[in-house]
């Protein structure tokens, strides 16, 4: 759990990409969370769930990235501000299994 963790950032996301076994991540509130960063994780096939709450650089390229994490089920992305309707869209299209607390578009 790195929620309200402000100083992580793209570096830090490819440091925890190597946690091959992680099952959950809790990004909630990391503002340096960005789509660099978001494709580094990516890599994590174990991942079941992401909490990307008020991480206000998750944008459209960030959506791409999660939506090839196969393992994941649940993504919260509430108050994400730089996710638009069409990234959203596009993911729930991929990853139609996938539930995603959707943020206010």
């Keep these: 759990n790195l929620s309200h963790c402000r100083g992580v950032d793209a570096a830090d996301l490819r ?7 992680l099952a959950s991540l809790n990004l909630r509130g990391c503002r340096g969370v960005d789509a660099a ?11 079941a769930s992401l909490d990307l709450s008020w ?7 960030g959506l ?11 993504l ?4 994400c501000w730089g996710v638009d309707a069409a990234g959203l869209l596009r993911l729930e299209n991929e990853r139609p299994l996938l539930k995603v607390h959707r943020p206010n578009v």
């Design 55 to 61: 991480c206000d650089g998750v944008d459209a390229a």
């Design 76 to 79: 919260n992305l509430m108050r």
């Design 15 to 21: 440091s925890i990409s190597q946690l091959q076994s």
């Design 37 to 47: 960063g978001l494709q580094s994780i990516s890599q994590l096939q174990s991942l």
């Design 64 to 74: 791409r990235s999660i939506s090839q994490l196969q393992s994941l089920t649940s």
